[in-house]
C-alpha cells in the first residue's frame, strides 16, 4: 500500500511538471519558428477592480498591453532568463489600465529562438466590495502573425503594412485573426520568477549623428560613439512595398509621410547606420537619424 502510495505521488508530481506547474501555453502556429505574433483577448468586467495582476510566462521576448497602454514599460521584456532553457515569469499590476465593460488584453510576442511556448498569461482582478474575476490564456485567444521575424543571428524584419494600429484594443477587426493553438503536454523547463527587483532593459540616451557620407547607393551616418540598441529612421516620400535596409533591419515601407523604421526585439552594436534602399531611394527621402541606446538597469517596482 505504501508502494502504491509512492507510486502515485511520484506521477501526479510527474503530471504537474509536465504542465510546468499548472501553466497553460499557447501559440501562434502560423508564425512559425523565427515569426513574431500578435495574441489578444476581449473580456467584459462587471466593475472597475480595486487591484489586478497579470502574470505572463514566455521562452521569448513580449510588450504586454492592457487596452492599447504598454505596460511592459521596459523594452526587451523580460531579459533572457538563466539558465539557458528556462522560462521567464514577470508578474505586472494592471489595476489602473482596466475598466468596468469591455477590456482588451494583447501581447506582441518574440522568439529568441524556435519555441514552442511561446505565451502562458493569467490575470486576476479584485473588486471593490468582494469577488473578483479570473481568466488564463487558452484556445479562445485570437492570434495572427505580426508581419516581422527575428533570427537567431539578430537581424529583424519588419513589415510595415502587416500592422494595424488598433490590433491592441477594442475596435480591431476579426478578419485575418485565428485561435490561438493550446497544449498542456509540453515537456517541463525551469521557471525564473522576474521578481520586483530585477534585471531589466530601458532606452538610456537617444543621439543625433556627427557625421553623413554617401556614395550614391549608401548613406552612412556615424555617431559620436557606438551604441548597443536601435536606429529609427524618419522617412518621407518612400513608396508601399519599398524595402530599407539599416544595420540588420530590413523594413518593408508603407508609403505614409513620416513613417519610422525601427527595430523592437533585436539589438545591434556600432557607431554608424548604414542605410540603403532601392532604386532612386537617396538621403532626400531621410528626415532624421537617431541612435538609440539601451542599457541595463535595476528594476525596483512593477508598479506604475
Same mark, same amino acid.
Given at each position: 500500500m505504501r508502494h502504491a502510495l509512492l507510486v502515485m505521488a511520484l506521477a501526479a508530481a510527474i503530471a504537474a511538471a509536465a504542465r510546468d506547474w499548472g501553466l497553460s501555453w499557447i501559440a501562434c502556429t502560423a508564425a512559425g519558428g523565427q515569426g513574431q505574433a500578435l495574441f489578444r483577448r476581449t473580456f467584459a468586467l462587471a466593475e472597475r477592480p480595486v487591484s489586478a495582476r497579470?502574470?505572463?510566462?514566455s521562452?521569448?521576448?513580449?510588450?504586454?498591453?492592457? $487596452?492599447?497602454?504598454? &505596460?511592459?514599460?521596459?523594452? /526587451?521584456? !523580460?531579459?533572457?532568463?538563466?539558465?539557458c532553457g528556462a522560462v521567464a515569469v514577470t508578474d505586472y499590476e494592471v489595476g489602473r489600465f482596466l475598466r468596468a465593460g469591455? $477590456?482588451?488584453?494583447? &501581447?506582441?510576442?518574440?522568439? /529568441?529562438? !524556435?519555441?514552442?511556448?511561446?505565451?502562458?498569461l493569467s490575470l486576476c482582478a479584485r473588486y471593490p466590495g468582494g469577488g473578483g474575476f479570473a481568466m488564463n490564456?487558452?484556445?479562445?485567444?485570437?492570434?495572427?502573425?505580426a508581419g516581422a521575424e527575428s533570427t537567431p543571428g539578430g537581424a529583424e524584419t519588419i513589415d510595415g503594412n502587416a500592422f494595424s494600429p488598433c490590433w491592441n484594443r477594442a475596435g480591431e477587426p476579426v478578419m485575418g485573426w485565428d485561435f490561438a493553438s493550446q497544449t498542456d503536454?509540453?515537456?517541463?523547463?525551469?521557471l525564473v520568477h522576474k521578481g520586483h527587483l530585477r534585471r531589466a532593459m530601458r532606452i538610456g540616451r537617444i543621439s543625433r549623428h556627427?557625421?553623413?557620407?554617401?556614395d550614391g547607393r549608401n548613406v552612412a551616418y556615424r555617431f559620436a560613439s557606438p551604441f548597443c540598441g536601435w536606429v529609427r529612421v524618419t522617412l518621407r516620400g518612400m513608396h508601399r512595398g519599398d524595402t530599407l535596409c539599416v544595420n540588420g533591419l530590413t523594413y518593408i515601407c508603407t508609403g505614409e509621410a513620416d513613417e519610422q523604421a525601427c527595430r523592437r526585439f533585436t539589438t545591434s552594436l556600432s557607431d554608424i547606420a548604414v542605410i540603403s534602399g532601392p532604386d532612386g531611394f537617396s538621403r532626400e527621402n531621410i528626415m532624421s537619424v537617431e541612435a538609440i541606446d539601451i542599457w541595463e538597469y535595476l528594476r525596483t517596482s512593477y508598479m506604475y
Amino acid at each position: 500500500m505504501r508502494h502504491a502510495l509512492l507510486v502515485m505521488a511520484l506521477a501526479a508530481a510527474i503530471a504537474a511538471a509536465a504542465r510546468d506547474w499548472g501553466l497553460s501555453w499557447i501559440a501562434c502556429t502560423a508564425a512559425g519558428g523565427q515569426g513574431q505574433a500578435l495574441f489578444r483577448r476581449t473580456f467584459a468586467l462587471a466593475e472597475r477592480p480595486v487591484s489586478a495582476r497579470i502574470t505572463v510566462a514566455s521562452g521569448g521576448l513580449y510588450e504586454l498591453y492592457v $487596452n492599447g497602454y504598454n &505596460v511592459t514599460t521596459d523594452v /526587451l521584456e !523580460p531579459l533572457p532568463a538563466s539558465p539557458c532553457g528556462a522560462v521567464a515569469v514577470t508578474d505586472y499590476e494592471v489595476g489602473r489600465f482596466l475598466r468596468a465593460g469591455d $477590456n482588451v488584453v494583447a &501581447v506582441w510576442y518574440s522568439p /529568441l529562438a !524556435p519555441c514552442r511556448k511561446q505565451l502562458a498569461l493569467s490575470l486576476c482582478a479584485r473588486y471593490p466590495g468582494g469577488g473578483g474575476f479570473a481568466m488564463n490564456a487558452d484556445s479562445t485567444w485570437m492570434c495572427r502573425p505580426a508581419g516581422a521575424e527575428s533570427t537567431p543571428g539578430g537581424a529583424e524584419t519588419i513589415d510595415g503594412n502587416a500592422f494595424s494600429p488598433c490590433w491592441n484594443r477594442a475596435g480591431e477587426p476579426v478578419m485575418g485573426w485565428d485561435f490561438a493553438s493550446q497544449t498542456d503536454t509540453l515537456q517541463p523547463s525551469r521557471l525564473v520568477h522576474k521578481g520586483h527587483l530585477r534585471r531589466a532593459m530601458r532606452i538610456g540616451r537617444i543621439s543625433r549623428h556627427t557625421f553623413l557620407d554617401d556614395d550614391g547607393r549608401n548613406v552612412a551616418y556615424r555617431f559620436a560613439s557606438p551604441f548597443c540598441g536601435w536606429v529609427r529612421v524618419t522617412l518621407r516620400g518612400m513608396h508601399r512595398g519599398d524595402t530599407l535596409c539599416v544595420n540588420g533591419l530590413t523594413y518593408i515601407c508603407t508609403g505614409e509621410a513620416d513613417e519610422q523604421a525601427c527595430r523592437r526585439f533585436t539589438t545591434s552594436l556600432s557607431d554608424i547606420a548604414v542605410i540603403s534602399g532601392p532604386d532612386g531611394f537617396s538621403r532626400e527621402n531621410i528626415m532624421s537619424v537617431e541612435a538609440i541606446d539601451i542599457w541595463e538597469y535595476l528594476r525596483t517596482s512593477y508598479m506604475y
